[in-house]
């Protein structure tokens, strides 16, 4: 068995689909070059990226899947977990070597797969649409930073821009060091050289606030206590709903009001 | 000033709060005007609240002065609590800001009434109006229908709020007079129909004419309160079926009462609130609208009260074992849908994935279903021949032994009659 290497780019992972069909081993293994250990008797093949090899394959695809199946895909691909990227290949070539509608298939176990993981993404996108919170800075942009499990950055971006359309807002993936920021016109991506001064993990310093920010977390905060049925605690159910990792960006879950702002 | 606002804020949260409805979904306002917000597609829960509810929207009452003194409402006029109002800039100022920052999908606007009906309809009305017109606001607004207010200003409502609701309060006309006198269900019929008919109206309007403005397009929804008065889990189901039907209503909410009140009309302070009851009337509830059932099917003369130690579609399979097992390789999608342990979603999975092949054991538990439920209900490819009928009550007690109710730790506070 061979063991492809890419790069870890979504071109590169199609680009090495098109050298499977192009140079037809029996099978292989893919790995991408983050997570790849070289081992003594693997024989390796080196994918380099390349756009229209890609775009043959994304293009056949939708042919095939149309472009829900192939939003999925990409879904999908973004979890950026390693077992996936094999999965994301098996299924490719199961669709590739069977009729239309292949897809449908959920007792195929790359269906399945792709399907399960594709869900995954999309709970975490959905969790970012809910648990984002922006601070208004003193030159009035709203910043969130946010440190999702999967990279869905590229998912989100159109929701906030139809939602936000007349204030200019920045989310940053601290994790992944980078952002999109928003300037009343477009969405782009953006790499900050630094990171704005913070008090805690999330909040930024009272002098890159807003007037009117501390008021309204105060608010906030107080909303989520009032607004609770005492009667009727249940925090298993709380955490299921709202799980702790993501307590630390979440402005009614930071402890003292008067710590951070 | 803001030591003012955090109190106002608190007493009409507070006080708001057991509306159970926070459902910011079913819209179709899109930000076209390059205002703040969109309630365009599903709704967002921003956060939940330690006893697990989802906070979607700024769920407040414009006051809690009230002219009427309903027994299970906190804002009834002779109960001794501290009252407040906001004023119109006030409720616009904050929805804005909260929802800048993402913590909100909307506003959820309800009052207790003071004057009377119109004057306090035209309060809450105001507020939307600003908040679409001066504020290019196009996130979700739920506003209250207030029982009494004139057809001139729902149907201004109708033109801001994306869904619009009036509570039976109680499952039953005679339940209701026996905690509100001055109140009737006749009070609740009339506005829900009006909103019907004129959605309906406008939507054959907009076959003919392009720009028919948007009127209540979440549609509307209802609430009553379960476990004040002594209605079995049947009439208030069959209350809620006759509300979805004639009134094409978008949900009915189920709020198992929390005792507010020394009255001895009802459960004292203290009681612990029905909250398993409720949880089986939702269940009910999603079973009727999701899964094709009819509600005569899971509550009956015979049957008056849902069970509590099963969910009632489990608790439908086993007084019906003569239509099981199915082979979910040939059995109708309807039939699949039927069968304790698998969902809509499952059930949609198992239906295009046996064109390829027959299904066996193993595929089903990958595609999702909760096999070790399902097993006893179902066939596949890879099923043992078995000789004997399945006894449901021995069906009943391996699915109980195999599942930890998360209810069953909690009290229960409603006793079997036998």
């Not at chain 2, 299970?72 to 920052?101: H, P, Q, W």
């Not at chain 2, 019906?320 to 342990?341: C, E, H, K, S, W």
């Not at chain 2, 595609?367 to 043992?384: E, L």
Request: charged share 25%; net charge positive.
């Amino acid at each position: 068995m061979e063991t492809y290497v890419f790069d870890g780019s979504l071109e590169g992972l199609l680009t090495a689909i098109f050298e499977f069909y192009e140079r037809k081993p029996k099978s292989i293994a893919l790995v991408s070059k983050q997570h790849f250990e070289p081992l003594l008797l693997t024989e390796v093949f080196e994918v380099v990226s390349d756009e229209p090899k890609a775009r043959r394959v994304w293009e056949g695809m939708r042919k095939k899947i149309g472009s829900d199946w192939l939003l999925r895909f990409y879904k999908a691909f973004l979890s950026e977990q390693p077992v996936m990227f094999q999965q994301l290949f098996v299924f490719a070539c199961y669709i590739f070597d069977n009729p239309k509608g292949a897809e449908q298939n959920f007792g195929h176990p790359a269906v399945i797969a792709v399907t399960q993981m594709e869900r995954s993404v999309s709970r975490e996108r959905h969790r970012m649409k809910a648990f984002i919170r922006f601070q208004e800075t003193i030159d009035g942009i709203f910043y969130a930073p946010v440190e999702p499990d999967y990279n869905v950055l590229p998912l989100i971006g159109t929701f906030f821009k139809n939602r936000y359309a007349d204030q200019r807002w920045m989310i940053y993936d601290l994790k992944r060091k980078y952002g999109l920021y928003y300037d009343l016109q477009s969405v782009t991506e953006i790499v900050l050289e630094q990171l704005p001064e913070t008090k805690s993990a999330a909040y930024l310093k009272k002098d890159l606030l807003h007037d009117k920010e501390q008021l309204y977390g105060l608010l906030w905060q107080d909303y989520f206590k009032s607004t609770n049925i005492p009667a009727r605690k249940n925090m298993k159910l709380h955490i299921r709903h709202v799980p702790k990792r993501y307590w630390k960006y979440l402005t009614e879950k930071l402890p003292d009001p008067d710590a951070y702002f | 000033m803001s030591e003012r606002i955090r109190e106002k804020l608190h007493i009409l949260a507070d006080a708001a709060k057991y509306d159970v409805s926070c459902s910011s979904s079913g819209s179709n306002r899109k930000n076209t005007n390059k205002g703040l917000g969109d309630a365009n597609g599903s709704g967002i829960c921003h956060t939940y609240t330690e006893d697990g509810r989802c906070v979607s929207l700024l769920k407040i009452l414009l006051t809690n002065h009230c002219i009427f003194d309903c027994a299970f409402c906190v804002s009834r006029k002779s109960n001794d609590i501290k009252r407040a109002a906001f004023t119109v800039d006030e409720v616009v100022e904050l929805t804005m800001g909260f929802y800048r920052r993402n913590y909100i999908e909307g506003l959820f606007l309800s009052s207790g009434i003071f004057k009377n009906a119109d004057y306090t309809m035209e309060r809450l009305v105001r507020i939307a109006k600003k908040l679409r017109l001066e504020n290019k606001f196009n996130g979700y607004i739920h506003l209250k229908t207030i029982p009494g207010a004139s057809q001139e200003l729902l149907t201004e409502a109708g033109l801001y709020a994306d869904r619009m609701s009036i509570n039976l309060e109680m499952p039953t006309e005679s339940g209701l007079k026996l905690l509100a006198p001055e109140k009737s269900h006749d009070d609740v019929k009339m506005p829900l129909g009006f909103i019907k008919d004129s959605i309906i109206a406008l939507k054959d309007e907009r076959k003919i004419i392009k720009h028919v403005p948007k009127f209540v397009p979440a549609g509307q929804s209802t609430q009553m309160v379960v476990g004040a008065t002594p209605e079995t889990d049947m009439e208030i189901m069959y209350s809620a079926n006759e509300y979805y039907k004639n009134y094409d209503l978008k949900r009915v909410y189920y709020s198992g009462y929390i005792p507010i009140s020394y009255d001895d009309r009802m459960p004292i302070i203290g009681t612990q609130p029905p909250l398993l009851r409720e949880n089986r009337l939702y269940q009910t509830d999603w079973l009727m609208r999701f899964y094709g059932f009819d509600v005569h099917e899971l509550l009956n003369t015979k049957n008056p009260h849902l069970d509590v130690d099963i969910d009632p579609k489990l608790s439908w399979a086993l007084r019906n074992m003569d239509q099981f097992p199915i082979d979910v390789n040939t059995a109708d999608y309807r039939m699949i849908l039927r069968v304790p342990g698998i969902g809509v979603g499952s059930a949609k999975k198992i239906v295009m994935a046996r064109k390829f092949g027959r299904l066996r054991s193993d595929q089903l538990q990958k595609i999702g279903i909760a096999y070790n439920r399902a097993k006893h209900f179902i066939r596949c490819a890879d099923s043992i021949f078995q000789r004997n009928e399945p006894e449901p009550m021995h069906v009943k007690g391996l699915i109980l032994s195999e599942s930890n109710s998360k209810y069953l730790k909690v009290p229960q506070n409603q006793l079997s009659l036998f």
